[in-house]
């Protein structure tokens, strides 16, 4: 069974650093785009970005480009998003997901046919408070 | 980026019931459109992809059409379990976006 295991809620304080995890079982890790998505408290969700795990090609989406940063470990099948200096406006569930699709990154492309996303991760709960 | 905009934002409607929801790209999307259902305080669930394609062990009560810039996802036969908010998205292009979602409640 595909499943994406996320590591458990944070209660952090604003310019405190985070780094969160997503661990893969069930598929070849490196055979797969894996991204991350955001959703605010009440609120719809947003596609921050994703990276291919063979080669840790990535793109990100504008705004969220600069603010966090999404790496992969594939020797122990986990995806990572980190903030450097967390702010109260990044309270919300991140949602790690796997890509089936065809991206590309630095003009190299790799994936298969189908696209969106079709396996979720259970969320992470930020909370970032003073 | 592709805007994606779902209407309507919330409906409601009964068991048994068909409900129709739209979405619309702001430029062609050709078919690379997935929806989702989210229940409240669990994470999305992957229906259908490339506009029309079920997921595997999505029922067949759902289905979805379109090409372009327009797309529907249609219940048939609402069931209680399908009480939920719905998104598209779109990623034929990045950044990937998602429509604002619609609610669909008991009537």
């Known amino acids: 069974e595909v499943q994406l295991e996320q590591s458990g809620a944070e209660v952090k304080k604003p310019g405190e650093s985070l780094k969160i995890s997503c661990k893969a079982s069930?598929?070849?890790?490196?055979?797969?785009?894996i991204g991350w998505v955001r959703q605010m408290p009440g609120k719809g969700l947003e596609w921050m970005g994703i990276?291919?795990?063979?080669?840790?090609?990535?793109r990100y989406a504008p705004s969220f480009q600069g603010q966090v940063t999404i790496s992969v470990d594939k020797y122990i099948n986990t995806a990572y998003l980190q903030w450097r200096s967390l702010k109260a406006s990044d309270t919300a569930i991140y949602y790690c997901a796997r890509h089936p699709g065809t991206y590309c990154s630095d003009s190299t492309c790799y994936g298969g046919e189908q696209d969106g996303v079709d396996v979720w991760g259970q969320g992470t709960t930020v909370i970032v408070s003073s | 980026d592709v805007q994606m905009t779902q209407s309507p934002s919330s409906l409601s409607a009964s068991v048994g019931d068909r409900v129709t929801i739209t979405c619309r790209a702001s430029?062609?999307?050709?078919?690379?459109l997935s929806w989702y259902q989210q229940k409240p305080g669990k994470p999305p669930k992957s229906l259908i992809y490339?506009?029309?394609s079920l997921q595997s062990g999505v029922p067949s009560r759902f289905s979805g059409r379109g090409s372009g810039t327009e797309f529907t996802l249609t219940i048939n036969n609402l069931q209680p379990e399908d009480f939920a908010t719905y998104f598209c998205q779109q990623s034929d292009s990045i950044p990937l976006t998602f429509g604002g979602g619609t609610k669909v409640e008991i009537k």
């Open positions: 990276i291919y795990p063979a080669d840790s090609g990535i």
């Open positions: 069930g598929y070849t890790f490196t055979t797969y785009w």
């Open positions: 490339s506009a029309s």
């Open positions: 430029q062609s999307i050709n078919s690379h």
